[in-house]
């Protein structure tokens, strides 16, 4: 049975990296071998270390399939073969970077990884490992971000099912939450705060403008009664008001939350996959009516005190370009700017 080569690599990231196709390959392979948690240079040493043996660590892989697959493009690979293969990826501990973000909270997010890009952030071992040494609680990690996760959304029921009701354990919990990812509380609390008792429904609209509508439901049980076959119990949901600490009133907290993970999610397909023709063209239009102006985009300070979608910086056009503040301008063509430096790429995501 063959052993992983082990390599440990220091990054000396200071910003946003850029891998070639190849490497986000190698790390694949290396994530799937369980180094998942190690950052993206030592990931790459350890695949290339193990390039000559990688058929006869099949077992060691942490998903079998998965890695079968991996092995079958990498020889396709070797063999100057396009591959078309999609590299998987997941966010990291993302809920709890939004709180962090919402609330310009600097020590969530130094713990969730938004701070410093040499440093592989895994939140829920950073929890376990402060709750542990400071509390003498040790608790395994899939029950730990269990509770970690369904407590940031406003559950109390998951906690107190790991660590046990009125507990010192759930109180050393929180108390490590506070330390570790002070956001995720308050945010949590803010948004189910915001409950409308008198509501048959709550909406909030996501910086690219699209709304989400979520109804407040109810459920009216009916007994229905039919010819010689007897009786049966028939549940119809119904619009309801509901007052806070009922059933179902803490949800806000999740779907914010959620709204907000799917706008992210549809910026990144807009700025990486986009129409260069479309693109280079209201960015020209941009520069032109700016110089109109004598606006110096260069020596121009933006205000970016409020979100700026990519979508409301592809609708402009000769007609409607009037109506667009000078500020807003060249903050789109600046963010257009920045999308051509890259070749348009396609980003599929299962949002």
Same mark, same amino acid.
């Given at each position: 049975m063959a052993t992983i080569i082990e390599k440990e690599v220091e990054s000396k990231a200071t910003g946003f990296q850029s891998w070639t196709p190849y490497e986000y390959h190698l790390s694949e392979i290396a994530c799937h071998l369980g180094y998942d948690k190690k950052n993206m240079e030592t990931r790459l040493a350890i695949a290339r270390a193990n390039l000559h043996q990688l058929e006869e660590l099949k077992d060691e892989a942490d998903e079998p399939v998965m890695y079968a697959k991996l092995l079958q493009v990498h020889e396709e690979i070797k063999a100057g073969k396009p591959v078309h293969h999609v590299c998987h990826w997941d966010a +990291?501990?993302? @809920?709890? #970077?939004? #709180?962090?973000?919402?609330? @310009?909270c600097k020590i969530t997010a130094e713990s969730v990884g938004m701070i410093d890009p040499k440093v592989r952030k895994d939140l829920y071992t950073a929890i376990g490992d402060v709750l542990y040494e400071s509390h003498g609680v040790k608790t395994p990690r899939p029950e730990l971000k269990s509770a970690i996760m369904h407590c940031g959304y406003g559950s109390t029921r998951t906690p107190k099912n790991v660590f046990g009701e009125g507990t010192p354990e759930l109180k050393a919990f929180y108390e490590t939450l506070d330390e570790v990812v002070p956001a995720q509380e308050v945010v949590k609390d803010l948004l189910i705060g915001c409950w409308d008792d008198n509501a048959t429904f709550h909406q909030f609209t996501a910086p690219d403008g699209h709304i989400a509508h979520v109804k407040v439901i109810g459920e009216v049980y009916h007994r229905v009664e039919v010819a010689n076959m007897g009786s049966f119990t028939h549940k119809v949901n119904v619009? %309801? %008001?509901?007052?806070?600490? #009922?059933?179902?009133?803490?949800?806000?907290?999740?779907?914010?939350?959620?709204?907000?993970? @799917? &706008?992210?999610?549809? !910026? =990144?397909?807009?700025? +990486? @996959? &986009?129409?260069?023709?479309? /693109? #280079?063209?209201?960015?020209?239009?941009? !520069?032109?009516?700016?110089?109109?102006?004598? /606006?110096?985009?260069?020596?121009? !300070?933006?205000?970016?005190?409020? =979100?700026?979608?990519?979508?409301? +910086?592809?609708?402009?056009?000769? !007609?409607?370009?009037?109506? &667009?503040?000078?500020? %807003?301008l060249v903050r789109a063509f600046l963010r257009l700017e920045q999308m051509l430096e890259y070749t348009s790429f396609d980003v599929l995501s299962i949002h």
């Open positions: +990291c501990a993302s @809920g709890s #970077q939004i #709180q962090a973000a919402l609330l @310009g619009p %309801t %008001t509901k007052t806070l600490g #009922q059933e179902g009133t803490k949800a806000l907290a999740p779907h914010v939350i959620h709204m907000l993970d @799917g &706008y992210i999610v549809a !910026e =990144m397909k807009r700025r +990486c @996959g &986009y129409s260069s023709v479309l /693109v #280079q063209g209201i960015k020209d239009l941009i !520069e032109l009516v700016l110089l109109s102006k004598d /606006v110096d985009i260069d020596s121009y !300070e933006v205000d970016e005190s409020n =979100m700026l979608a990519t979508n409301y +910086c592809l609708l402009i056009n000769e !007609e409607n370009i009037k109506f &667009y503040d000078v500020n %807003t």
